[in-house]
Structure formats: structure tokens, C-alpha cells
């Protein structure tokens, strides 16, 4: 039996916008390739194509070079294997907690009872039982994240996209929240790829971390994500363990932040 494809397949991808001002080389020549259940990072500066890069994979771009493929097949438009967080929850203030976290479901058409039994489920899951039937104003940015969360597993995905999800929140719900979405995630198998320029969140919940450079953006470099614990130890516990630094450091060099101004 042939060798399973690679979950995300992405073969010298070019990416230019064209709009009034002229072209915009936002990705260049860039390939990777994602086994089914890993969990990658992908880190670069503002504006080095890091959003453009997950739009290609959710489908709702297509390259302007190269190839984009999901299980091995060429990526022809937005898929149901896919779900997505961003940064802003985008919950509708006038639907209740269980009404948002079925959105997706409901735009797909899918079974609303099955979908509501789901979305319930998972709620309960993450703390929000309670508040099933609340507005989104009612909750905090933590508590609104995990509903952004719920609405995205709830459609089953088997890819979940992160396009730094946690950039809004404060930094100890952030820590909190980053570290539950990794264990849920690992929890469900499933494959995912998280977008931040945050470095010590990448190494702290990816088993590998790809670095961008600045735009346009290609694959600067690689790096596995490796803890001597014999289990990966969750992404507060990593924070503490000795290889953290090293990791940092190394993404750190490689990122060449520099202060402008
Ligand atoms: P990142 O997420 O890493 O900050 P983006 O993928 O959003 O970067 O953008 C990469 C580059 O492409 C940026 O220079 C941005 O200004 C440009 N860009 C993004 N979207 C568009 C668009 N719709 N039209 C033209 N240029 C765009
Ligand atoms: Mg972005």
C-alpha cells in the first residue's frame, strides 16, 4: 500500500495581489509539507504573507504559481476538512453562545440537531455550560475565544487554521487559553497550523516551528520542536522546561527583530 499523502501539501507556492496600487509579491517559492495530526507553527514578521499563506490553504485563495493540496488533492475552493480562528472571535452579538458556535454548521447545512448537540457538548467542555444561552457581551475575551473555538470544531474539521488567535487578549488569558486550545487539539488528532509572530507561543505549542522571512514571504527555516520529557509536556509546563530557551533564542536570531524608529 502506497504511503499516505501529507495532510497540507504546499508544492512552490507564488502568491501576488494585484490591485490599483500595483502587484504585491506576497509568497514566494514556498513548500511544506504536514503529516496528518502535527501540530507546526508558522512565525514571521507583520506583513510577510503568514494569513495569505493559511487563505491558500483554506482555499479561499489560489495560487498564483504552484500547488496547494489537501490528503494529496489539489485545493479547488473552500473545504469542510477545514476550519478556521482568527484573531477577532467575530461572534454576532445578537445570536446567543449555542446560536454562534453553530454558525458554521448551520452555513454548511448540516444536521442543526446533531449540530446543536455538538456545539453543546463542547461547550460544556470548556467551561461555558452555563452560559449556553447568554450574548457574547456577557463573556470575556478568554470565554469568547472558546466559543470562536467551539463554533470552529464543531463542524468536525480535520484541519484546524490559528491565524493568531490569541493577539487580543491579555497575557494571562492568553497563556491559559494557548495552553488549553494545544491540549484540546493534541486531544482530538487534530492536524493543526498556527500563525503567530510570537515566538515563545509557537515553541511552546508546535512540535515544529517553519519561519517565514520578511515578504516576500519563503520557508527560512525548519526547526523540530523536541523535550527530553518523555511526554511532550503541555505548553505552561514547556515554558519551564531548559529547552525553551534554546528554542527562543535560536527563533529569536532567525526572526532578526529589530526595533525601528
Ligand atoms: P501577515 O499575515 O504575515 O501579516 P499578510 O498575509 O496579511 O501578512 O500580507 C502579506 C502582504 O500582502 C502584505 O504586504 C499585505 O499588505 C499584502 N496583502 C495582503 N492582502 C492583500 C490584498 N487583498 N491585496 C493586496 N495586498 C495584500
Ligand atoms: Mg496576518
Given at each position: 500500500m502506497?504511503?499516505?499523502?501529507?495532510k497540507?501539501?504546499?508544492?512552490?507556492?507564488?502568491l501576488?495581489?494585484?490591485?490599483?496600487e500595483?502587484?504585491?509579491?506576497?509568497?514566494?517559492?514556498v513548500?511544506m509539507?504536514?503529516?496528518?495530526?502535527?501540530?507546526?507553527?508558522i512565525?514571521?514578521?507583520?506583513g510577510?504573507g503568514?494569513?495569505?499563506?493559511?487563505?491558500l490553504?483554506?482555499?479561499?485563495?489560489m495560487p498564483?504559481g504552484?500547488a496547494?493540496?489537501?490528503d494529496g488533492?489539489?485545493?479547488?475552493?473552500p473545504?469542510?476538512?477545514?476550519g478556521y480562528?482568527?484573531?477577532?472571535d467575530?461572534?454576532?452579538?445578537?445570536r446567543t453562545?449555542?446560536e454562534?458556535?453553530?454558525?458554521?454548521?448551520?452555513?454548511q447545512g448540516?444536521?442543526?440537531?446533531?449540530a446543536r448537540?455538538?456545539?453543546t457538548a463542547?461547550?460544556?467542555?470548556?467551561?461555558l455550560?452555563?452560559?449556553?444561552h447568554?450574548?457574547?457581551?456577557?463573556l470575556s475575551?478568554?470565554?469568547r475565544?472558546?466559543?470562536?473555538?467551539?463554533?470552529t470544531l464543531?463542524?468536525?474539521?480535520?484541519i484546524?487554521?490559528?491565524?493568531?488567535p490569541f493577539?487580543?487578549?491579555?497575557?494571562?488569558?492568553?497563556?491559559?487559553?494557548?495552553?488549553?486550545?494545544?491540549?484540546?487539539?493534541?486531544?482530538e488528532?487534530k492536524?493543526?497550523?498556527l500563525?503567530t509572530h510570537?515566538?515563545g507561543?509557537?515553541?511552546?505549542?508546535?512540535?515544529?516551528?517553519?519561519?517565514l522571512s520578511?515578504?516576500?514571504?519563503?520557508?527560512?527555516?525548519d526547526?523540530a520542536?523536541r523535550f527530553?520529557?518523555?511526554?511532550?509536556p503541555?505548553?505552561?509546563?514547556a515554558r519551564?522546561?531548559?529547552?525553551f530557551?534554546?528554542?527562543?533564542n535560536?527563533l529569536?536570531q532567525?526572526?532578526?527583530?529589530?526595533?525601528e524608529?
Amino acid at each position: 500500500m502506497a504511503a499516505a499523502p501529507p495532510k497540507v501539501e504546499l508544492r512552490n507556492v507564488n502568491l501576488r495581489y494585484f490591485g490599483l496600487e500595483g502587484e504585491t509579491e506576497a509568497l514566494k517559492d514556498v513548500s511544506m509539507s504536514i503529516t496528518p495530526g502535527e501540530f507546526v507553527a508558522i512565525i514571521g514578521q507583520s506583513g510577510c504573507g503568514k494569513s495569505t499563506l493559511l487563505s491558500l490553504i483554506s482555499g479561499i485563495l489560489m495560487p498564483t504559481g504552484g500547488a496547494v493540496l489537501l490528503d494529496g488533492r489539489a485545493v479547488a475552493g473552500p473545504s469542510r476538512k477545514v476550519g478556521y480562528m482568527l484573531q477577532q472571535d467575530y461572534l454576532f452579538e445578537w445570536r446567543t453562545i449555542l446560536e454562534n458556535a453553530v454558525l458554521g454548521a448551520e452555513i454548511q447545512g448540516a444536521d442543526m440537531g446533531k449540530a446543536r448537540a455538538r456545539a453543546t457538548a463542547l461547550l460544556t467542555r470548556y467551561g461555558l455550560g452555563q452560559f449556553l444561552h447568554h450574548l457574547p457581551r456577557q463573556l470575556s475575551g478568554g470565554m469568547r475565544q472558546r466559543v470562536a473555538l467551539a463554533r470552529t470544531l464543531c463542524t468536525e474539521p480535520d484541519i484546524v487554521l490559528l491565524d493568531e488567535p490569541f493577539a487580543a487578549l491579555d497575557s494571562q488569558t492568553r497563556l491559559a487559553l494557548s495552553d488549553e486550545v494545544a491540549v484540546i487539539l493534541r486531544r482530538e488528532k487534530k492536524t493543526a497550523i498556527l500563525v503567530t509572530h510570537d515566538i515563545g507561543e509557537a515553541v511552546s505549542m508546535a512540535e515544529r516551528v517553519i519561519v517565514l522571512s520578511r515578504r516576500p514571504g519563503r520557508v527560512k527555516s525548519d526547526h523540530a520542536i523536541r523535550f527530553a520529557a518523555a511526554e511532550r509536556p503541555t505548553p505552561l509546563a514547556a515554558r519551564n522546561a531548559p529547552e525553551f530557551n534554546t528554542y527562543f533564542n535560536r527563533l529569536w536570531q532567525e526572526l532578526e527583530v529589530h526595533v525601528e524608529g
